[in-house]
Structures are given as C-alpha cells and as structure tokens.
C-alpha cells in the first residue's frame, strides 16, 4: 500500500486506539473498537515470501487458513482414491498437481486477507502496513514499510503481536531441508520420507496432509504419552486411526540432533530403547511456539514480560502500563485464533466503556485430521484428580446413520458431567466434523447446560450432532441409538 494511504484523514497522528498487530487477535479489537465508535489505526508488518504486505497475521497467511486449505485438497484426493470404490464410483486415474494445489491455497489466503482491508474500511479503522514500537505515555513509532517514520499517539494502545516458530537447538532450521510449518505449507513437491518433530496439532495436521499425498511420514514426540493435554481415551483413538492412515508417531522420542547431507536429512533421537536414527527428505519442526515481542517496546513503557517471554496481563488483558493492553498469542492462555480474537473484542469493548469478557473455561480446541478431534473444558483424567463424581456418556459414529451414509463412521463423541447437579464439565469428540460438532457443546456449557438440557433438545435426523445428544443421553443410560454400557 502506498504511504500517502496510510496517512490518517485529516492528517492527524493520533488515535482513540492503535493497535499493533492486525493477526486474529488484532484486527478483530480494531474493528470492535470502531465499532464502537472509536478512531481507530491497525499497524502491521507481516510480509509474506513474495514480498507482498498483508494483514491477517500468521493465522491467515500461514497458519489456520493455508493449513485447512491443503488439508481438504488433500483428503479429497486422498478419498477419490481410496473412498470412491465403496462409494460405487469409478475414478480412473486420478493424479495429484500439487502446483495446482499450492496455487487454490494461496487464492484462498488471498481472499481471506484481502477481506480483512475491506473488512477496516467498512469499519472505518486506519490499516497503517509498516512496524509499530511502543514508545512511553502512548505513543506508537511507526516504521512504514517504505521507509518513513513518524509519531502516532493513542488514548490506548492494544498490543497483538502474535508468536514465532520455536527453534531447536538440535535442529536448527535449514531450508529447504529443516523447516518450519510455513515451510511445510509451501513444498512444491512432495517429499518421498517427511520427518515431523512434534505430535501436537500442527505436527499432526501438517503429517496428514503430506502422508495423504504419499509420503512415508515419521512424527517424533519427546512425551510418552500420545497428545497429552487431551482426553486420554479421545486421544488413544485417534491415534488408533492416524496410525492406521499410515502415520508413524513414535512416542518417547526426543530429537538430540539432525544432520543435513546429500539432499537428505539424518535425524538422532533417543527413545527407551536408546539412540536411533531416522533419515528423511524433509524434516519439520513443529513443538510448538512463542510470544513474539521484538522491537515491540521500549525501555520504559512500563510492558513487563514473563520468564517465557509473554506479555504479563491480567484477567482483562491489562499489561501494567496505564492504558496499554495485550491481546492473543503474546500473551498468557492456549495459542489458538478464537481465543485472541475474543480477547481482543473484550478489550475494544472494555476501553469503550462496554462489558467485556472471556471465558477462559470453554475454549474449544480442534485438530483438523481425519478424524477430527475435538474438545472443550475439563478431560476426564482432570475431573478425576478434581476429585468431583462424575459421570460419562459415549456415542459411537458407528451407530451414526449420518456417519455410515457419509462412510465417515470412526471415533466417538463422549461428556462428562458432574454426579451432583448433572453439569457439563467437558466434551470430546474423535470423528466426522468433530470441529464443527464441538459447537454445540460450547454454547451448552457457555450457558452452564446440563446433560438433560442436551438430552431434551431435539436433534435433526440423519446428523452428526445425534451424537451429542445420544452421548448426552447416554450418560444417564438412557441413549436410544446405542447399547447403554
Ligand atoms: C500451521 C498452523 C496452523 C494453525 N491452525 C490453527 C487453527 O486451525 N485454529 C486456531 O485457532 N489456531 C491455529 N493456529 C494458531 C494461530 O495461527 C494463532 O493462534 C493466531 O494466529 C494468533 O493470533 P495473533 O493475532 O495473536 O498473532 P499472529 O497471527 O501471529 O499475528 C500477529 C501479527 O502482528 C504482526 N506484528 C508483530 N509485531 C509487530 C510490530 N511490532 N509491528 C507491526 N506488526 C507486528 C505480525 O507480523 C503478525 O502479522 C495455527 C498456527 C499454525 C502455525
């Protein structure tokens, strides 16, 4: 965008709002804040490999939305050759144009990106693209990216700086062999061995969509124990099936170095047997990430980090600095575009003098493989070691109508409830749209549902979301579609 652009109408450098960083955390407070009523800037410095400047962060440029962009192209293909038959349906020769694929993922990025200028000037918020440093007492320092520099000034300043990749001392990244998952998301050919270091949800959901397309995939997780922070019996069965879809996820692996050599990659890991080697093509470093804060503040803001390097907040996502707020992945809480963009609706509300708020306990998380895994609030080993009766309700995709006629029958959707006053503690759910599924359950314990308001809500039929319910009524042995164990 050309700088006089960016220049604020009327000339004026200062703001009601500045918000740095326009990723899912931010631009959402900018548009809320403007909303409500409020002069509002959104800086940005995201650049993707192009050159091209965009807003949307890492969620929409590399992240969310080219991730869910290959995972579809990829199961569909995956399908037509492996599902159709059933299906009845002959597909002779089908054939992957992975240059065509790349090609309908940047499209859909572009479109969701540039959706988000037009979204700003619906809304009325300033996109200023360059970088933004917070300087003491409100003032913003904004670097455009051509160059010029100049002085901003704001009643608040909403930080939403997002995170980076974290690297590995053992594996440092070497592109093109040792990458991160933006790396992942643009290979213009498919690797014939993939190392993945990592079983979380971006490892996970980066391993499928390779595997779909041929690879021999090997996923390296440092834990014992298969997806830890997820339900235990949600997580033994989508391992079951990722395993089945041929992924290797071998547990109990930690990487202790990765040597880059004729094209190839030599990875060393101990596990309990002792040393092991693996070899692949490409290798992808996927545990995890962290705040990103740098160049963001100066001295004397008065913005405290943590030990981590987050940005410290409290409930409300106030740093210290009077009028200095911070929102999503820099700051503390999963690392997930939902829960930065609620936080920073919370923000744009609070400083407009509005109620605002998060509900930190029912934050959904979905890992988008098939099947899909999906969950919110507390797992089952969580409301043990709580020590509250409880009791649980399961139901099958198999016994789904829905699920068979979609030939999509696999996993499970189960709740948790509390034995005394029939609460919702948690929902988790392997199986078709578990992602989509997992929605209901939100709103049910947004309003503090119990089972019986689930079990007495009438369902359509053939869906998915039966499952819910007969899991719902299962818990009181009294589902209709399944055997009450
Ligand atoms: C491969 C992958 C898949 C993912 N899939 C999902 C998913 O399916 N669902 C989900 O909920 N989450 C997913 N995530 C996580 C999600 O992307 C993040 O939680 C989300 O992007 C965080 O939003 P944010 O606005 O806090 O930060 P970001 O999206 O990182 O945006 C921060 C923005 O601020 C800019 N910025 C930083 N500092 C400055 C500065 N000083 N001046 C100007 N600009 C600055 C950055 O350039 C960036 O554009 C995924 C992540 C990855 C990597």
Not at 157 to 184: C, H, K, M, N, Y
Not at 327 to 347: F, I, Q, T, Y
Not at 458 to 470: M, Y
Request: glycine share 12%.
């Amino acid at each position: 965008m050309p700088n006089s652009e960016q220049q604020a109408p009327g000339g004026s450098d200062s703001f009601d709002v500045i918000v740095i960083g326009g990723g899912p955390a931010g631009y959402p407070a900018a548009i809320r804040a403007a909303q409500n009523q409020l002069r509002v800037a959104c800086i940005d410095e995201w650049k993707n490999r192009d050159g091209s400047a965009t807003f949307g962060g890492t969620c929409l440029n590399a992240g969310c939305i080219p991730s869910k962009a290959l995972l579809e192209s990829t199961e569909l293909y995956h399908r037509a050759r492996e599902e159709f038959a059933t299906h009845g349906i002959g597909v002779a020769g089908v054939t992957l144009d992975l240059a065509q694929m790349q090609k309908r993922k940047a499209g859909v990025v572009k479109a969701m990106t540039g959706g988000i200028l037009a979204l700003f000037k619906s809304a009325g918020v300033i996109p200023l693209q360059g970088h933004g440093k917070l300087l003491a007492g409100r003032r913003v320092q904004f670097s455009a990216h051509d160059g010029t520099r100049r002085e901003l000034t704001a009643r608040h300043v909403v930080l939403a700086s997002g995170s980076t990749p974290i690297e590995l001392r053992s594996a440092p990244f070497q592109a093109p062999q040792v990458v991160d998952s933006w790396g992942a998301l643009e290979f213009d050919a498919v690797p014939k061995r993939l190392g993945v270091i990592g079983a979380g949800v971006i490892g996970l959901e980066l391993g499928s969509v390779w595997r779909r397309l041929g690879s021999e995939v090997t996923v390296l997780e440092a834990l014992p124990d298969f997806l830890a922070i997820a339900d235990q019996q949600l997580a033994k069965e989508a391992l079951r099936h990722l395993k089945r879809q041929g992924l290797d996820i071998r547990l109990g692996a930690k990487v202790t170095g990765a040597t880059v050599g004729g094209g190839a990659v030599e990875v060393v890991y101990a596990d309990a047997k002792g040393e092991q080697r693996v070899t692949v093509d490409r290798l992808v470093v996927a545990v995890g990430r962290k705040p990103f804060t740098r160049e963001l503040l100066a001295a004397d803001t008065g913005v405290e980090l943590d030990e981590r390097g987050f940005i410290k907040v409290d409930h409300s996502c106030r740093t210290g600095a009077e009028s200095v707020w911070a929102v999503g992945d820099c700051v503390r809480g999963p690392m997930l575009a939902h829960k930065g963009k609620e936080e920073g609706v919370m923000v744009a509300d609070l400083i407009a003098g509005r109620y605002g708020e998060v509900n930190y306990k029912v934050i959904p998380s979905v890992i988008y493989t098939a099947p899909e895994i999906a969950w919110v609030g507390l797992t089952e080993e969580q409301v043990k070691a709580s020590g509250r009766a409880y009791k649980t309700g399961t139901f099958p995709f198999l016994a789904s109508g829905r699920a068979r006629a979609m030939e999509q029958a696999a996993g499970f959707a189960k709740i948790i409830a509390a034995r005394d006053d029939d609460e919702i503690l948690g929902v988790h759910i392997v199986g078709p749209m578990a992602g989509e599924l997992i929605a209901e359950a939100v709103l049910a314990m947004e309003y503090s549902a119990s089972t019986e308001d689930l079990q007495r809500t009438i369902h359509a039929h053939p869906t998915l979301a039966e499952a819910v319910h007969e899991a719902a009524l299962n818990a009181d042995k009294r589902a209709i579609d399944s055997i009450n164990r």
